[in-house]
């Protein structure tokens, strides 16, 4: 069965420090992988998904992610934090034969000044 | 695009009640999608129809939970027999036809179970 894990339950970073979000996948096939943030009382909205193409992948708000088949990981990171960046995320996995999304426990981020 | 929207935002119930939450998926999106998070996880997928057909329930998704989407548009799931193990926050999602399409997430339905 597939699954996501993500390492480090919380993050914390300086403002302007670089953030690091981990995310390793168990598929004996390259899935599609996702990743989801969560502000508080607000639903998930897509940061970015690797669906196949290009393996390092740009999304909103100055993240990106990259997918290396070797390692089974698809991390997420981003240059430079800003404050507004605080919020949980998520990472997620789909087969591609089924639609559902397997999603890791999460990543509360904390930016301080 | 007004987004995915579900009704009713926050729920609270006594144990052995029933409870039906409302979601609206985005207009031209054919997927809808049920989730479960509780505090502290990620979501976890209870089921998901292609249009009106539902197509996989998860084993997690006890004989008392009942969804449909009749028209193949607006979807409800229902609770029967609530439990205070229930009491998560009920995530819907919709997404167009083809694999990896992006799944838009709507704000929730809370539920508290007393």
């Known amino acids: 069965a597939q699954s996501v894990t993500q390492l480090g339950s919380h993050v914390s970073v300086s403002e302007g420090a670089l953030v690091l979000l981990r995310c390793n996948y168990s598929s004996s096939v390259p899935p599609y992988l996702f990743w989801y943030v969560q502000y508080p009382n607000q639903g998930l909205q897509l940061l970015l998904k690797y669906t196949s193409a290009a393996t390092l992948v740009k999304g909103i708000n100055g993240f990106e992610a990259e997918f290396k088949k070797s390692e089974t990981s698809f991390h997420l990171t981003k240059p430079s934090a800003h404050m507004s960046d605080a919020a949980e995320y998520f990472c997620?996995?789909?087969?591609?034969?089924?639609?559902?999304?397997?999603f890791g426990t999460g990543t509360r981020l904390q930016v301080f000044p | 695009d007004t987004g995915v929207s579900q009704d009713p935002r926050h729920k609270i119930t006594k144990r052995g009640q029933n409870v039906t939450f409302r979601c609206d998926p985005i207009s031209e999106h054919n997927r809808l999608y049920w989730y479960r998070q509780t505090l502290g996880q990620g979501p976890e997928f209870l089921t998901y129809f292609q249009n009106e057909a539902q197509l996989e329930k998860s084993r997690l998704l006890s004989d008392r939970f009942s969804a449909e989407r009749p028209k193949g548009s607006f979807s409800t799931l229902e609770i029967q027999r609530t439990e205070q193990g229930d009491s998560a926050m009920y995530l819907c999602?919709?997404?167009?036809?083809?694999?990896?399409?992006?799944?838009?997430f709507g704000p929730g339905t809370r539920l508290t179970v007393l």
């Open positions: 999602a919709s997404s167009l036809d083809s694999r990896g399409d992006t799944q838009y």
């Open positions: 997620a996995v789909s087969l591609h034969n089924t639609d559902k999304l397997i």
